[in-house]
């Protein structure tokens, strides 16, 4: 006896495979077509899409700091991108369907943010658009226009649940410990030829391509990747958990990631660290315990060995301590003065521009004209052209965060960036001070990390197209395990005693000196 349903489905089943292998396979003669790819990236989103269901929360914490591009999609954008998009649709499809399922509701974060958003748009109308010129438009610079709206929309993406204080630990780990995958680019010299398809996820880094030799070659991803895992276990354990707690392997792994802080040779990072470590050091009291005089030996012994010691140190690790008073070796020397110098120069020339884009800003927006100049300009003529004009200039790479702000969007810009950094540090501090005890360690670390990162903004170098998800990324977190904001607990009202007035006296005539209960 046949079974019409059964049959009815399979035939469903077949409809549907038939074809669809027929366009996989004509589409696999040329597998690297953006069409194809993208038909591909379809088809993988609809198999993993129950796991997306389930997942996509962890996994958005999780791709905060991965290193991950996908190459298949125009743009090559970072994992994050996507992820935000994806998490944020889902959730707001789940709170349409749930009316239990609410977003946490931060109002001091909540309007300077629509308001940069706003700035944002209205800059980009009236300055020639988002110029996505990867789809085909005249004009480019659309992708920084992306990090900047996803950057915004990251933290409500992040605020759409609570994270239990039993799983802070974990989110803690999804958050940072992604970063030590930016390693994956640095090791591409040593990579054999048949793993190089793991480079497309995991893009090498500008080093990777010169002569590999330790201590000499500046390794960006070690760098970054000693940042996340100091990170991690400033968060997780604190100062006092690594250094009071008897276990030896965390003071070991902190040691080891500052090592890795120099192999990259970045003075900015090794400023940021060392503003973090400061800064939770006093915040957990530190300062009152027996680690103080520790601390203050240490220092010594190490400026004792380093001064006399500096110029030969591996070459990486002299350029890190090139902002401090050292005797090292001229070439590390010369190498930090002239990035400091090609830096002022441009911010010198690039200061007469403010008045000019303080009511409408400058935009992200690059002209054919200027990216063909920028293109055009040799390591020769570099030191010909005007500073204001370099490659950098003109694609808003300024290495600057006041200056990333106030010309592209203008006085507005600067008015609700401000605002924004104002309010996450009143939540964050909050938090620190009137949050879970449980989570005071992370606590915290998120508001020493919050004020190191603005500090960096604004007077060693940053990005806001770059730096928006960062900010957006600590303050979320900080919202997601805290519930909001929180507030000092109510102080419990004492009950007045109440006033006897004395037997047979009148109302308004003066009470004589003895009371009668």
């Known amino acids: 006896m046949n079974n019409a349903p059964v049959i009815l489905r399979s035939l469903i089943v ?5 074809p669809l292998a027929v366009i996989v396979g004509f589409m696999l003669t040329d597998p690297m077509d953006y069409s ?9 989103l609809l198999l993993i899409s129950p796991l997306l269901l389930r997942w996509h929360y962890p996994l958005l914490v999780l791709s905060w700091n991965l290193g991950i591009t996908l190459f298949f999609i125009k743009g090559a954008p970072y994992l994050w991108v996507v992820v935000v998009a994806l998490s944020l649709g889902l959730s707001v499809v789940e709170r349409a369907l749930n009316s239990q399922m609410r977003f946490i509701p931060v109002p001091q974060i909540t309007w300077p943010l629509i308001c940069l958003m706003g700035v944002i748009l209205v800059t980009a109308k009236f300055t020639g658009g988002f110029g996505l010129h990867a789809f085909g438009s005249d004009v480019y610079g659309g992708k920084k226009y992306i990090f900047l709206v996803l950057g915004i929309l ?9 994270i239990p204080p039993e799983r802070a630990g974990f ?8 970063g030590l995958s930016s390693i994956v680019g640095d090791l591409f010299t040593f990579a054999p030829s048949w793993a190089y398809p793991i480079f497309w996820f995991f893009p090498p880094t500008g080093y990777a391509f010169q002569n590999f030799e330790l201590g000499e070659t500046r390794l960006g991803g070690f760098s970054s990747a000693g940042v996340m895992l100091w990170c991690f276990l400033l968060a997780k354990y604190g100062i006092r958990g690594i250094f009071l707690e008897g276990k030896l392997w965390r003071p070991i792994l902190l040691v080891l990631s500052l090592l890795m802080v120099f192999l990259g040779g970045y003075r900015g990072v090794l400023m940021f660290v060392g503003i973090v470590f400061a800064l939770q050091f006093f915040m957990e009291g530190i300062h009152r315990t027996r680690l103080l005089p520790v601390f203050i030996f240490v220092g010594v012994l190490a400026a004792v060995a380093i001064v006399p010691l500096a110029n030969k140190l591996p070459f990486t690790f002299q350029r890190t301590l090139a902002f401090l008073p050292l005797q090292i070796d001229p070439v590390a020397m010369a190498e930090a003065q002239d990035s400091v ?15 000019e884009y303080l009511l409408l800003g400058k935009g992200l927006a690059i002209t054919t004209e200027d990216y063909n100049e920028m293109m055009g300009q040799t390591a020769l003529s570099q030191s010909a052209i005007d500073p204001s004009q370099n490659s950098l200039a003109l694609s808003y790479d300024y290495h600057n965060g006041p200056l990333s702000v106030i010309i592209p969007f203008g006085i507005w810009g600067c008015i609700t960036v401000l605002w924004f950094f104002a309010a996450g540090f009143r939540v964050l501090r909050n938090n620190y001070r009137y949050g879970d005890p449980s989570l005071q360690t992370i606590n915290a670390f998120l508001f020493a990390a919050y004020v190191a990162y603005v500090f960096q903004f604004m007077f060693i170098g940053g990005s806001l197209s770059l730096d928006v998800a960062k900010f957006a990324g600590v303050i979320g977190l900080s919202v997601a395990l805290n519930s909001g904001m929180r507030e000092p607990a109510p102080q419990p009202v004492q009950a007045k005693e109440p006033f006897l007035r004395p037997r047979g006296a009148l109302p308004g005539s003066r009470p004589g000196p003895a009371f009668t209960r």
């Open 14 to 18: 077949y409809a549907v495979c038939v």
């Open 36 to 44: 194809t790819l993208g038909l591909f990236g379809i088809l993988a």
């Open 341 to 355: 110098d090609w830096r002022v120069n441009m911010w010198k020339a690039l200061m007469p521009q403010i008045p």
């Open 171 to 178: 989110y803690v780990g999804l958050y940072f410990l992604g």
């Open 154 to 162: 990251s933290y409500f993406a992040l605020t759409a649940r609570r």
